[in-house]
């Protein structure tokens, strides 16, 4: 019973570097979520797809890929990373459209940029 | 455009004691959910409970209940008899058509359960 898998749990990377953190879901959900939590900022949402092949802006997309190739995985990029990007992020999924459809979520992964 | 407002940045109770955390909302639905996420120091989410904007009743799970008053936009989750396993962060959420049904999270609420 897995649920929502991120990988990896803790990165650190240098200034400029790039990375993909992988996010897979077995819940056959359709709408996946990446979002990055900070200090007194709660989540804001990176980007999310409402299903294979869709991908959407959320509030703070820049400097940040994805791609949904697979209804199952929602790869998140950072092309090259920088200090800001220092963050615990976390992937999402739900079910679509209304009613009680809450979020299963990842364990979340720590990102330092140095 | 859709918002979630959380003015509380930490709150104190004592053990027994009921608490409230406060949430206030914005949007243009008609139909949305309101959620409450716990989040304790080990990191994970975890789903409290749910609100749907034409539901009559206000919901409750177990110790937890959403004072939900529609006019005033507010979604305020009440923690009846706080244990010390209470002591986390709170988030409030919401998901709506305008929003393109994606879930958007406040800023959190932690509370400390004192004993």
């Known amino acids: 019973n897995a649920g929502v898998t991120q990988t990896p749990k803790f990165r650190v990377l240098k200034t400029g570097q790039s990375m993909t953190l992988l996010c897979a879901q077995d819940?056959?959900?359709?709408?996946m979520y990446w979002y990055r939590q900070d200090p007194g900022m709660g989540l804001r949402l990176i980007h999310y797809?409402?299903?294979?092949?869709?991908?959407a802006k959320g509030e703070v997309p820049d400097g940040y890929n994805v791609s949904r190739l697979k209804k199952q995985n929602f790869l998140l990029g950072l092309e090259s990373a920088a200090p800001s990007q220092t963050s615990v992020y976390f992937c999402?999924?739900?079910?679509?459209?209304?009613?009680?459809?809450?979020?299963?979520f990842g364990q979340g992964t720590r990102l330092t940029v140095v | 455009a859709q918002k979630i407002t959380q003015t509380q940045p930490g709150m104190f109770v004592q053990e027994k004691e009921a608490v409230t955390l406060d949430c206030t909302y914005d949007?243009?639905?008609?139909?949305?959910?309101l959620f409450w996420y716990k989040q304790p120091s080990s990191g994970e989410m975890i789903f409290l409970i749910y609100?749907?904007?034409?539901?009559?009743q206000n919901a409750t799970e177990g110790r937890y209940s959403l004072n939900f008053q529609k006019a005033r936009k507010s979604a305020n989750l009440v923690i009846s008899a706080s244990q010390l396993g209470d002591s986390a962060m709170y988030f409030c959420?919401?998901?709506?058509?305008?929003?393109?049904?994606?879930?958007?999270f406040g800023a959190g609420t932690r509370l400390f359960v004192k004993a």
């Open positions: 797809s409402v299903g294979e092949g869709t991908t």
């Open positions: 819940m056959n959900h359709e709408y």
């Open positions: 949007t243009s639905d008609p139909s949305y959910g």
């Open positions: 609100q749907g904007s034409y539901d009559q």
């Open positions: 999402a999924s739900s079910y679509l459209g209304q009613g009680k459809s809450e979020a299963f």
């Open positions: 959420a919401m998901r709506g058509r305008t929003g393109g049904f994606k879930t958007i």
